[in-house]
C-alpha cells in the first residue's frame, strides 16, 4: 500500500497546534504597509484560527497532521 502524501503547498501554509487545532496566517502583510493604520497592522499581524467549513478541506491535504510540530 503506498504511503499518502503531505500536500507541501499546504503545510507551509497551516500549523497545527498542540490541541489538534489548525491555525493560518491572515492575508495583507506582504507589502503596502505604509498606508495601513497601526492598528490595521495590528490585527493582521496575528494568527487566525481556520473557520469550521475549511477544516475538512485542510485536513485531507494534511493527512499525518496529529504528528506535526
Do not use: C, N, W
Not at 503506498?2 to 497551516?14: G, L, Q
Not at 495601513?36 to 499581524?45: E, G, L, T
Amino acid at each position: 500500500m503506498p504511503k499518502m502524501k503531505t500536500h507541501r503547498a499546504a503545510a507551509k501554509r497551516y500549523k497545527v497546534t498542540a490541541s489538534g487545532k489548525i491555525t493560518r496566517r491572515k492575508a495583507g502583510i506582504g507589502h503596502l504597509l505604509q498606508r495601513k493604520s497601526a492598528s490595521r497592522k495590528r490585527r493582521i499581524f496575528k494568527v487566525e484560527q481556520i473557520s469550521d467549513s475549511h477544516v475538512k478541506l485542510v485536513s485531507h491535504e494534511l493527512p499525518y497532521k496529529k504528528y506535526s510540530r
